[in-house]
Structure formats: structure tokens, C-alpha cells
């Protein structure tokens, strides 16, 4: 049964579920705690785009389900990308935007996340963003 009555829409809410779930399950979170994977979500898809330059971002984004998609330009200005952050300043990013206590740190929620994700990634966009990142930061993806 369509959830929407529109296939694409109802195909981004269970590939976007998905993800969150993967997240919850992660951690042992039930799924009363959702805004907590929407949180970890939403703070390393920002935090990563942020980090990318500018035409990497798209193209990363153009694989994402359109609702995550939705969720990574959420506020974003691409005149003020890419922030140069090495690991330190990526993880502290996130731990200061993740208003929850992070069971293993901002390492573990980093990785995670983008393993949620990383079924939704081919494997030769995700090659080109760890080939765009410094390699302290891709240290802690998956």
C-alpha cells in the first residue's frame, strides 16, 4: 500500500527509514529515540558537505535519496565551502551539533552514519570523496 500515493515519494521514506534504522540498530537505540538517528544524520551529512569542495558535494548528493538529499543542503551556502577542517575539528563539529551523549564518540557516530549511508554510495563516488578529504578525516570513515 502507497504510504503517499506517489512511488518516488514513498521510495525515499523507506530508503530514508532505512537509514535511520540502520542507525538505531547501530547503537541499541529504540525507535522512540528517532530524533536521535535524524540528529547523527543530519550533523555528519553536514558536516562532510561542509568539509567538500563544492562540486563534490553534488556529486555525492546526486547518489543520496531524495529525502536524505533534502536533509545534506538543508542551510547550506557553497560560497563558504569547502571549511578547511582537519580530524580534530571535524569531530568536535560534530560532537557540538549532536545535542545527545555519542556512546563511543563522535568517531563512532561519524562511522555509523556514513555506513548507513554507504549502500546508497557507488563505490567510485565514495573513492572521490575519501580522495578529497585529508587523510586524518578519512581515518575515521568507514
Known amino acids: 500500500m502507497s504510504l503517499t500515493g506517489y512511488p518516488a515519494f514513498d521510495s525515499t521514506l523507506e530508503k530514508t527509514n532505512g537509514i535511520l534504522k540502520q542507525i538505531e540498530r ?3 537505540w529504540p525507535k522512540e529515540r ?3 538517528s535524524y540528529a547523527a544524520l543530519r550533523v555528519v551529512l553536514h ?3 561542509d568539509r567538500l569542495a563544492v562540486e563534490e558535494a553534488a556529486q555525492l548528493s546526486a547518489q543520496l535519496p531524495l529525502l536524505v538529499r533534502g536533509i545534506y543542503f ?3 551556502d557553497p560560497s563558504k565551502v569547502p571549511i578547511k577542517m582537519h580530524r580534530d575539528e571535524f569531530l ?9 551523549e555519542i556512546p563511543g564518540g563522535p568517531e563512532r557516530l561519524v562511522g555509523t552514519t556514513l555506513e ?5 554510495i557507488s563505490d567510485g563516488e565514495w573513492d572521490d570523496v575519501r580522495a578529497s578529504l585529508p ?3 578519512v ?4
Not at 92 to 100: K, L, M, N
Open 26 to 28: 547501530s547503537y541499541g
Open 34 to 36: 528517532r530524533n536521535q
Open 47 to 49: 558536516a562532510l558537505r
Open 74 to 76: 538543508e542551510g547550506w
Open 92 to 100: 568536535r563539529r560534530i560532537r557540538d551539533e549532536f545535542p545527545f
Open 116 to 120: 548507513a549511508l554507504r549502500r546508497h
Open 135 to 137: 587523510d586524518d578525516i
Open 139 to 142: 581515518a575515521v570513515l568507514p
